[in-house]
C-alpha cells in the first residue's frame, strides 16, 4: 500500500468551487417549489435540471482530475507533466482562466447588450479560445457561432417562452 499523497490543483479545486456555488443554487431553486405541478413546468424546472446536469458535470470534471493526479505517479511527475502540456497559475491553468473570464464578461454583457451580441461574441472567444485562434477555419467558426447562437434563441425563446434580453429593447 502506498503512502502517495496527491497533489490537487485547479483541476480539482476549480469544479469543486464550482459544485460548492451550484448547490447552492439548487437548493434555491428547490425553494422555489415543486419543478412540475398539473403535469406542468413551473418556474424551478429549468433551474433544478441545470443544477443537477452541472453538479453531474463537475463531479465527473472532479473524478476526471483525480484519476489523472493519481495515474502520474508522484507529486513531482504530474507537477512536471501539467507544465509541459500547459501553462498554469497558481495550478489553474490558462485555458480554465480564459473560460471564467469569458463567463463572467458573457454574464456582465448579457443584460447591458441583450442576447445576440453578447452571445455571439461569447461563442466566437471561446472557439477561439478552446482552437488556440479564431482565425484558422474562420469561416466554419462564424458559421457555428451563427447556428448556436440562433438555437439557443429559439430553445428560449420559441421553445421555452422565455423572453431573451435583445440590444434593441434596452
Not at 476526471?64 to 497559475?89: F, M, V
Request: proline share 3%.
Amino acid at each position: 500500500m502506498s503512502t502517495k499523497r496527491f497533489a490537487l490543483d485547479g483541476e480539482f479545486y476549480v469544479p469543486a468551487v464550482l459544485a460548492i456555488i451550484t448547490v447552492v443554487y439548487l437548493i434555491s431553486a428547490i425553494q422555489l417549489g415543486p419543478p412540475m405541478k398539473d403535469g406542468n413546468m413551473t418556474e424551478s424546472f429549468f433551474p433544478i435540471l441545470t443544477s443537477v446536469v452541472m453538479l453531474i458535470a463537475l463531479v465527473c470534471a472532479m473524478v476526471q482530475a483525480l484519476g489523472r493526479i493519481s495515474s502520474n505517479g508522484s507529486d513531482e511527475e504530474a507537477t512536471a507533466e501539467a507544465s509541459r502540456t500547459s501553462k498554469r497559475y497558481a495550478g489553474i491553468s490558462l485555458g480554465a482562466i480564459g473560460v471564467v473570464l469569458l463567463t463572467t464578461g458573457y454574464l456582465l454583457a448579457f443584460d447591458l447588450i441583450g442576447y445576440f451580441v453578447s452571445t455571439f461574441f461569447y461563442v466566437l472567444l471561446l472557439h477561439g479560445l478552446f482552437s488556440g485562434s479564431i482565425k484558422k477555419n474562420w469561416l466554419m467558426k462564424l458559421v457555428a457561432t451563427l447556428l448556436i447562437t440562433a438555437a439557443g434563441y429559439l430553445l428560449f425563446e420559441v421553445f421555452f417562452q422565455v423572453r431573451l434580453p435583445t440590444f434593441w429593447s434596452q
